[in-house]
């Protein structure tokens, strides 16, 4: 009988996080010092956890920033490793790993194709990081191909227990999966995630979110049956009744006992902007790691604390850490977007 698996939780312990370094070469080019600053932070604060994976388009230049900032113990937490590179969203070209139910077997690599978030951007490299990664010797895991499917890892969450939550402005939006039904796509994200239902939320697309509306900008899982979520309490914020329809509708989702999820908001960010346009800014796109959290924080005191508070509610016992985030926002995206994890038992 061929061996089950199933999507664990991002909060099930992990092997490490991989991360995928930014270089002059990407859109970080007018900015790079900042978000190398922002990276090293990361890093600092991944190490004091678990390990680290870094897939870098100049290996050797990495590892030597790495070394003048790093203390011995985390340095020897860090793997770098040579590959071609378009961005650094790992979250969404990085490997969507499944465990096995036998202890005995391997974990398994999905290989989904990454094409952009719709063929914004370009992607034809980032589509290949895992594809080197594995060739590299990274990963103790069977290598599945996907790449006839478009999903990105930002795009689902998982309760380790059957059940993905996902959106559908984003997994419906053109030139990801098409001509697939909404119907269609349910099946094969049931089939490839070993998943037994799936939820859809409609509402809390962000302004400025070039992803569409991926799951990890609005809605996070966390235990005990748990749903954090952007709300607006401000009826002026041109987001507010989107995302007032996004709370009405999870009022209404149910959990695989068919009980209501506990709803906990996490506050908005104030707007931030950039050159005029309104930028992503949100809390739930938070890092779980083994015994902590990684908040994005955005320089508004009050509302981070607020945020790192609820956050702090929803994962007893873990540490919980702010890291500024407002250089990231700058590409759309937060700090969720640039990590994957790795599942226990993904790395050689």
């Known amino acids: 009988m061929e061996t089950q698996y199933r999507l664990p939780a991002e909060w099930e312990p992990q092997d490490a996080i991989q991360l995928t370094w930014p270089n002059a070469a990407t859109d970080w080019e007018p900015y790079l010092k900042d978000i190398v600053s922002t990276y090293i932070e990361l890093v600092k604060v991944i190490t004091k956890y678990e390990r680290v994976v870094v897939a870098a388009t100049d290996a050797v230049g990495t590892r030597t920033v790495l070394q003048s ?43 989904f194709k990454f094409n952009g978030w719709g063929e914004k951007f370009r992607w034809e490299d980032d589509n290949t990081i895992t594809r080197q990664l594995y060739a590299q010797g990274v990963f103790d895991c069977d290598w599945d191909d996907n790449t006839d499917f478009v999903l990105e890892g930002g795009s689902i969450e998982s309760d380790g227990k059957g059940t993905i939550l996902t959106s559908s402005q984003c997994l419906l939006a053109p030139h990801r999966n098409q001509p697939l039904t909404k119907e269609d796509i349910e099946t094969q994200l049931k089939k490839r995630l070993c998943a037994d239902r799936i939820l859809w939320v409609d509402h809390g697309n962000l302004k400025g979110d070039d992803t569409d509306g991926h799951i990890d900008t609005i809605v996070r899982m966390a235990p005990d049956h748990t749903l954090l979520y952007i709300a607006c309490d401000d009826p002026q914020d041109e987001q507010y009744a989107d995302l007032k329809a996004l709370e009405n509708q999870l009022k209404t989702l149910r959990d695989a006992d068919g009980k209501p999820y506990q709803l906990m908001p996490l506050p908005s960010p104030c707007p931030i902007y950039d050159d005029g346009d309104r930028l992503p800014a949100t809390y739930a796109n938070f890092v779980i790691i083994n015994g902590a959290v990684i908040v994005p924080t955005y320089q508004q005191p009050d509302r981070d604390a607020a945020a790192l508070s609820a956050i702090g509610q929803a994962f007893p016992g873990y540490d919980v850490i702010g890291i500024d985030a407002c250089t990231v926002i700058r590409q759309h995206g937060s700090l969720h977007c640039l990590t994957m994890q790795l599942p226990k038992g993904s790395l050689k």
């Open 69 to 111: 900032h790093l203390s011995q113990p985390a340095l020897a937490r860090v793997s770098v490793y040579q590959c071609r590179i378009n961005d650094t969203w790992a979250r969404d070209h990085g490997p969507i790993t499944l465990i096995a139910s036998d202890a005995a077997k391997r974990n398994k690599i999905l290989d």
